[in-house]
């Protein structure tokens, strides 16, 4: 049984990741980060997720970080922007340098647990807006990964190369209830179902001919 950490964020991709890692056998340490994100209530979803799981699991405060780094409206006060993934104004989501420094951490908690890998939940519908999801920003990571320690830490990103409906699949026929997860960007009551983070989980959802079973506005 391998021991691996995995980036949890509380939403519905690193949910899937997460019982990905579960189901291979791996031994799962899970981890995440409190970085100033307005739906913080994700982490909530992850924390109860890795109660019931009976999974070993950290939140980290790291919101430090937006004394060096602003402009997101993930972490600042700006609106979020309303419409698909794709679109150019979604951009402003982007949180400088998130998953390198994401990552630096979960690979320094790796090595100190002795833990051979390090999973987190990019996915190929990702690509356009975050560069830090892309298979070229993947691939250099899992190199410096590898020669950053003494001991080797691979990183390892299951559904690189998957949708969110793909996704999604993976997941429901792992029985997975996704209800437990949070992806809406607005840290509100209810789901905005406009934000892209919403847009795409509903797309997804009905591309499998399912109902979201979170409550939307």
């Known amino acids: 049984m391998a021991k691996v950490v995995v980036i949890y964020s509380g939403g519905m991709d690193s949910f899937t990741v997460l019982n990905h890692a579960i189901h ?39 919101t430090a970080m937006n004394s060096l780094m602003a402009g997101s409206s993930l972490t600042s006060d700006i609106d979020i922007p309303e ?64 020669i950053a320690n003494y001991q080797p830490v691979r990183i390892e990103v299951p559904f690189l190369h998957n949708n969110k409906a793909e996704i999604l699949a993976a997941g429901l026929a792992m029985g997975l209830d996704y209800s437990q997860t949070w992806t809406c960007y607005n840290g509100r009551d209810k789901a905005c179902g406009k934000c892209g983070a919403c847009i795409e989980r509903l797309e997804a959802f009905a591309a499998n001919q399912q109902t979201d079973p979170l409550p939307y506005e």
Not at 25 to 53: M, P, T, W
Request: charge should be negative; proline fraction near 3%.
């Open 83 to 146: 419409g698909h993934y794709e679109a150019e104004s979604m951009q402003s989501t982007v949180v400088p340098n998130r998953n390198m420094i994401l990552l630096s951490l979960a690979i320094g908690y790796a090595v100190s647990i002795d833990a051979e890998a390090v999973y987190y939940g990019a996915h190929s519908g990702d690509h356009a807006i975050y560069p830090d999801c892309r298979p070229e920003f993947v691939e250099k990571m899992n190199a410096v990964s590898l």
């Open 24 to 62: 291979a056998g791996h031994d799962v340490y899970a981890l995440s980060f409190n970085y100033g994100q307005r739906h913080v209530r994700e982490l909530d979803a992850a924390a109860k997720i890795c109660d019931s799981l009976k999974l070993s699991h950290k939140i980290v405060d790291i």
